[in-house]
């Protein structure tokens, strides 16, 4: 990939809850593409733009370092990387470009719904399962509450049952997942939605001008589908 050429370089899901969407938003924009499945990268058909196809967590950061110019990225996970880039002392700074009408979900604190819950300060010295210990620390922190966590890239809602932990931090949208695992939400710490974002350096003239075109039909897409 390189940045400092003339063609857009983008960051979307490869596979995943926001790749469908990521990819037919860019489309309906009026951006084609050929996708082979197996490749990293896809080359528009009509425009000077690239496709990136990676994890989603990988996407904050590569946009965060200048890696490429835009991405489409969950709140969640951008949000996550940017605290935890901050600790890290790496380069945290994205620039937010639009809120996107998919992706919608929220990160919430649950118990098992046998236990008794009267507030977050009932957590103080558990253990609580998640996949954003920033965003869980952050919201800890604030409440004054001191917990700790048990990282899991996966599975969050069984660690209770399995032992492993106390409670969870997770993702919900529908909220049938913590209800199939005997689990009740009792704190909403952050509520997401999907967001394309550019890198914080500005881009060449060749290329603000591809963003200067995409934005207007990003916001008419939206609009129509209101
Ligand atoms: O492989 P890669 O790392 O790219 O993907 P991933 O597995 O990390 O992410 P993926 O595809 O599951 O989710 C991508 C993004 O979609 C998340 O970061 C959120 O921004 C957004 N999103 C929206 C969700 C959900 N809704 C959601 N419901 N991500 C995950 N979930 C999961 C949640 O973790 C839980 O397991 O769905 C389950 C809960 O759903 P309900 O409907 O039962 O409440
Ligand atoms: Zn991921």
Redesign the pocket.
């Known amino acids: 990939v390189d940045t400092s050429s003339k063609r857009l370089t983008i960051a979307i ?6 790749s469908k969407e990521s990819l037919s938003l860019l489309q309906a924009c009026g951006v084609k593409f050929n996708l082979h499945e197996a490749r990293l990268l896809a080359h528009s058909s009509n425009q000077p733009i690239d496709l990136l196809r990676v ?3 990988d996407i904050p950061g590569l946009v965060m370092d200048g890696v490429v110019d835009l991405g489409i990225i ?4 951008l949000e996550e990387v940017r605290l935890e880039r901050v600790a890290t002392k790496l380069p945290a700074a994205v620039k937010r470009l639009r809120s996107l009408d998919f ?3 929220r990160l919430s604190l649950a118990v098992p719904k046998e236990d008794s819950y009267n507030g977050v300060q009932d957590l103080e010295g558990k253990r609580i399962a998640t996949t954003y210990p920033y965003l869980l620390q952050d919201y800890l922190q604030k409440q004054g509450v001191n917990a700790s966590t048990a990282i899991l890239t996966g599975s ?2 069984v660690a209770p049952r399995a032992g492993l932990a106390d409670a969870v931090c ?9 209800e199939a695992n005997g689990l009740v939400e009792k704190e909403v710490i952050f509520t ?1 939605q ?1 967001q394309i974002i550019q890198r914080p350096e500005p881009l060449n003239a060749a290329k603000q001008a591809m963003v200067d075109q995409l934005l207007p039909r990003l916001d008419g897409v939206q609009m129509a589908r209101e």
């Open positions: 899901q490869k596979s995943g809850r926001l994890r989603d967590d969950g709140e969640n996970v992706g919608g979900c969050v809602e997770d993702l919900v949208s529908t909220g049938a997942t913590l997401s999907a």
